[in-house]
């Protein structure tokens, strides 16, 4: 199974972040949980890059952090998603969007010939 | 800088991390749990799918705060840390640097202002200088590049090259803005002067073309920003007020903008005036439309994209068909064929002028130069101070840094962390140094005379001496870091730790290069300062040939009174008989000219001795009363001085009679009797030479002390001139008699205005001005030099001595003197200092070539001078070496071998 999965491809580990925080805060945990979930049998997601991601979106203030109170009563870090955090998910978005695109297109003309 | 304020709660950053990451691995183990597995299997699972706890850190500590950025604070905190721990060394390193960057500094910030700040003006470096190269055939007044104002309304028509063109003049004019009148600076421009310099108006408005119309029409001034604060509070309702001018009404237009203070550093104007108003700023002056006057200097702004060269060549057509139109024009004089060929000749040199146009920078330039160079050797000498003491702690550290090797530290590493000691000592000396800087430029300003330094320079620190200062520090850090962490490059594992500290000799070699380099960078700078004393006292003890004890001068500018030449030369003479029928006076005497103050009348002289010859160069020429030789102490060596004899009948024109020098005598008549000797002003073929030569004086200094010229002198009171300098030999002392002479003055015109009063010692010390500058500096920088290095070689011989413990232990025990043992240490310091002196000596002698214009009746390759400064490093050197050598004799050899 693990030989199906391949890892996640450079630079979209924070797109993904930005996307599944934009929907709730969520702490570190829950993140890696959701991603597991998401990208299952897919994408491998090594959990050790997930710190260094997360506070590089923080340093770069797309990200903001709150310590509250979690679902298990614990405090936990929560990460949520500021505006310009916002902006930028919308322009990787767009911009993958177009990307994806192009290269179908591509596969479309060799197949299509 | 979000990444550095990281840097400070690293802790807080840290600890929150730590929660998250536990707070991860809790939840995981429990759902592992929650799926069956064991505690210590569940644990086990998470951590590993986590990855390394400890790397994950790392890689978030990379996002807090870049790698070599985190590293270089660990670094700067741990030698804060090592510094503090050593107060001595680094209170001296400190110090030593302090000295070296704060004296750069501040001599520095005169650079800076005097030589190369740039205009506050648009695009000053576009702005040109425009000079004559040729005969212009004009008579002159002012000091250099001058040229006509007919010209430079030519030249601005030239537009293919230049935006503009404008010519100023400065002159000190009669002012009175209410009651009293004062001597003021004004500068006579152009009416495009503030439009081509691009200078606007604080209230009011500036100069324009109009201002510049018809001659005589236009009686308006500008004021400068400084003289409306300080002469008139600020006041706002300044325009349209009325100042007079040498007694002229003049409407104030406008102040200048607040940063503008002219062109000149030296000379700040309080006023402009424009050039049709010449007349009234210069009494008596009435060629402002005359091409054969040259008393302006011409600037230009080059147009957008044109080069010096490009203008220089491309004026030359122009310039061409201007000088034939000019050999036919009405009044151009009738000259010899070989003057006409240079006059057509003549052509345009344009010089690159961002900084303006300035006596003061003509004056200072070298002098600056050589300070600015002596006080970057006295920084290099810091710097090698620096080293020295870093090496030294250097070996004391040797174990540390030989164990962080063995523990894996990279030699990289290490050198890093010597160069972040190093470049923190530096700036925290250079800081200091540049906290300092202001109050060495307000004592060097202080030594400069008042009326240049009080309105031109100023001590306050600016952005661009902040840069410089660091710039400094930085390199001084480097510099000073280089040797100690070439020696750790060198560092050798393994003998590092076999040898004991008592033996370990690593270093000593590199730190006897750098006290010999010291001590032939000291060797220099107290060269140097032998040379600028020397020269000092020289020129003291020669004096200017004249008694100046109980001397004072003064000068009458009675024309800026109102006065017509005729009228101004009999109150000169009225001024005169007062002062020397008053009983605290012993003699007085005129002069057209001052002395010493580094003008004169000059000219070239026809003489007919036999034959008809014409001077080879300039005589310096100067018109005085008859009591003029007597009061001043000069000798009349043959003839006569000045009397009744010399006035000119009714009808005759010219002076009758001069009296030359001994030099004049000696360079043009030698072997003849000088006296019946005709000669004239001027060189051309129609000089009549019909002056006839009446007596010789001795030789004394006219413009300066250094300046030994031919001189020829006339009758004053056969001239027209209407100003003159009063030198006035006084009872008692001579500061005390300026307010009798003051009061005789006012009860002849009170009106007059007094110019420059002070006593002839005075005047000879302004004139060694820039001597005592030059002597003063660099002994105060020679003596600190050789404080520096006298320190550095304490230091390294004292180690030496440590080091050689042993050795001159056993030596003792087999029986050497104590006096061998002193021996042993002094043939160290002889061997360096001679080394030093070795080196020190031609470096000296070259620098010394380059500087020989400053120096007087003296040469860099001094036998007594180079003596003198070997005498005193010995000496020196001798003294700080005999600490340690009594140390290296006071060996106990039982002791001694005990160490081991």
Redesign the interface.
């Known amino acids: 199974m693990s030989s199906s999965r391949f890892p996640i491809p450079q630079g979209t580990l924070d797109m993904l972040i930005l996307q599944i925080v934009s929907l709730e805060a969520m702490?570190?945990?829950g993140i890696?949980q959701r991603l597991e979930q998401i990208s299952r049998s897919v994408v491998q997601v090594?959990?050790?890059?997930l710190?260094?991601a997360l506070?590089?979106l923080e340093?770069k203030r797309w990200l903001r952090a709150e310590w509250k109170q979690?679902e298990?009563g614990?405090?936990?870090?929560f990460y949520a998603l500021t505006a310009s955090g916002r902006e930028q998910l919308a322009a990787e978005k767009d911009d993958w969007a177009r990307l994806v695109g192009a290269v179908q297109l591509i596969f479309n003309e060799g197949s299509g010939s | 800088m979000k990444q550095l304020a990281n840097w400070f709660r690293r802790q807080s950053l840290e600890a929150s991390l730590d929660r998250e990451l536990r707070y991860h691995l809790e939840r995981r183990i429990t759902d592992f749990e929650k799926a069956g597995l064991s505690p210590s299997e569940a644990r086990r699972q998470a951590v590993l799918e986590l990855g390394g706890i400890a790397q994950i850190r790392e890689e978030v500590r990379d996002v807090w705060l870049t790698r070599w950025v985190r590293d270089f604070m660990y670094d700067l905190r741990f030698s804060v840390r090592s510094f503090l721990k050593t107060p001595t060394f680094t209170i001296i390193s400190m110090l030593s640097l302090m000295l070296g960057v704060g004296a750069t500094t501040a001599i520095y910030s005169l650079v800076d202002q005097v030589l190369l700040h740039a205009l506050p003006v648009r695009h000053a470096e576009r702005l040109v200088l425009i000079d004559w190269r040729g005969d212009q055939v004009a008579n002159a007044f002012g000091s250099w590049n001058l040229m006509s104002y007919p010209i430079c309304r030519d030249l601005d028509q030239q537009k293919e090259f230049f935006d503009g063109v404008f010519c100023r003049a400065l002159t000190t004019v009669n002012l009175s803005t209410g009651a009293d009148y004062y001597p003021a600076r004004a500068e006579i421009v152009s009416g495009n002067y503030f439009l081509v310099l691009g200078v606007g108006a604080t209230t009011g408005r500036v100069l324009a073309e109009d201002d510049d119309g018809t001659p005589n029409a236009n009686p308006v001034a500008v004021l400068s920003y400084d003289f409306w604060k300080t002469q008139l509070g600020g006041t706002t309702d300044v325009v349209g007020r009325t100042v007079l001018v040498n007694r002229h009404p003049l409407t104030i237009v406008g102040v200048a903008a607040p940063t503008f203070r002219g062109i000149d550093v030296g000379q700040v104007p309080s006023l402009w005036i424009p050039a049709s108003m010449s007349a009234q700023a210069i009494p008596g002056f009435s060629d402002l439309l005359n091409r054969r006057t040259r008393w302006m200097q011409v600037l230009g702004r080059l147009t957008q994209g044109m080069t010096l060269q490009r203008a220089q060549t491309g004026l030359q057509p122009w310039l061409k068909a201007m000088l034939q139109e000019d050999t036919r024009r009405l009044g151009f004089p009738v000259i010899a064929a070989e003057r006409r060929r240079r006059f057509l000749d003549s052509s345009l040199v344009l010089t690159a002028a961002p900084q303006g146009h300035s006596s003061l920078r003509r004056r200072l330039m070298e002098p600056l130069w050589v300070l600015f160079a002596v006080t970057a050797v006295l920084l290099g000498l810091a710097c090698l101070n620096v080293s020295g003491l870093f090496l030294a702690r250097g070996s004391a550290r040797d174990r540390e840094l030989s164990t962080r090797l063995a523990l894996g530290a990279s030699r990289g590493r290490i050198g890093r962390q010597l160069l972040a000691d190093s470049l923190l000592i530096a700036l925290a000396g250079g800081a200091l140094g540049a906290a300092a800087a202001p109050f060495a430029v307000r004592t060097l300003i202080a030594l400069l005379p008042t009326d240049v330094a009080g309105t031109a320079l100023h001590a306050g620190i600016d952005l661009r001496l902040l840069l410089f200062a660091l710039v400094a520090s930085v390199t001084a850090g480097i510099l000073s870091g280089l040797a100690p962490a070439w020696q750790s490059g060198r560092r050798s594992l393994v003998s590092s730790f076999r040898e004991r500290g008592g033996t370990a000799f690593g270093g000593v070699r590199l730190r006897k290069a750098i006290v010999i380099a010291q001590i032939a960078l000291t060797l220099t700078l107290v060269m140097g300062a032998a040379l600028f004393v020397r020269t000092l006292d020289t020129l003291i003890a020669k004096g200017p040939g004249f008694v100046t004890s109980s001397l004072v001068s003064f000068g009458i500018d009675s024309p800026r009174s109102g006065y017509s030449p005729s009228e101004g030369n009999r109150l000169i003479r009225r001024i005169d008989d007062a002062i020397r029928n008053s009983p605290t006076t012993q003699a007085s005497a005129v002069a057209q000219v001052p002395l010493l103050t580094g003008g004169s009348w000059s000219d070239p002289m026809t003489i007919l001795a036999g034959e008809r010859i014409s001077t080879d160069r300039d005589i310096n020429l100067n018109a005085v009363t008859p009591e003029f030789f007597q009061t001043m102490g000069i000798r009349i060596v043959e003839g006569r001085s000045f009397d009744e004899r010399d006035t000119r009948a009714p009808g005759e024109t010219g002076w009758r009679s001069a009296i030359v020098n001994e030099a004049f005598a000696k360079r043009y008549l030698a072997g003849r009797n000088p006296l019946g000797v005709r000669i004239g002003e001027g060189s051309g073929p129609d000089v009549e030479p019909n002056i006839e030569i009446v007596g010789v004086m001795s030789d004394f200094n006219y413009r300066g002390l250094r300046e030994e010229s031919e001189q020829a002198y006339f009758p004053f009171f056969e001239g027209q001139a209407a100003s003159g300098s009063f030198y006035v030999r006084v009872r008692g002392a001579a500061e005390s008699s300026f307010q009798s002479l003051r009061v005789i003055v006012r009860s002849v015109d009170p009106t007059v205005p007094m110019t420059d009063f002070r006593t002839l010692d005075e005047q000879v010390d302004r004139s060694l001005n820039t001597e005592h500058i030059l002597a003063m500096l660099s002994s105060s920088f020679g003596t600190l030099a050789l404080l520096l290095s006298l320190v550095g070689l304490y230091g390294v011989m004292s180690f030496v001595v440590t080091q050689r413990t042993r050795e001159i232990g056993i030596r003792l025990a087999l029986g050497a003197r104590r006096s061998a043992a002193i021996w042993l240490v002094l043939r160290d310091v002889l061997t360096m200092i001679f080394s030093g002196v070795g080196i020190g000596v031609p470096v000296a002698w070259a620098l010394g070539r380059l500087v020989e214009s400053q120096f007087y009746d003296v040469k860099a390759s001094d036998p007594p001078v180079i003596a003198i400064a070997i005498l005193v490093l010995c000496l020196a050197g001798l003294a700080a070496a005999f600490i340690p050598a009594r140390r290296a004799s006071a060996i106990n050899p039982t002791d001694a071998l005990r160490i081991e």
């Open positions: 702490h570190g945990y890696a090594n959990q050790g890059s710190y260094p506070h590089r340093q979690s298990t614990r405090e936990a870090k």
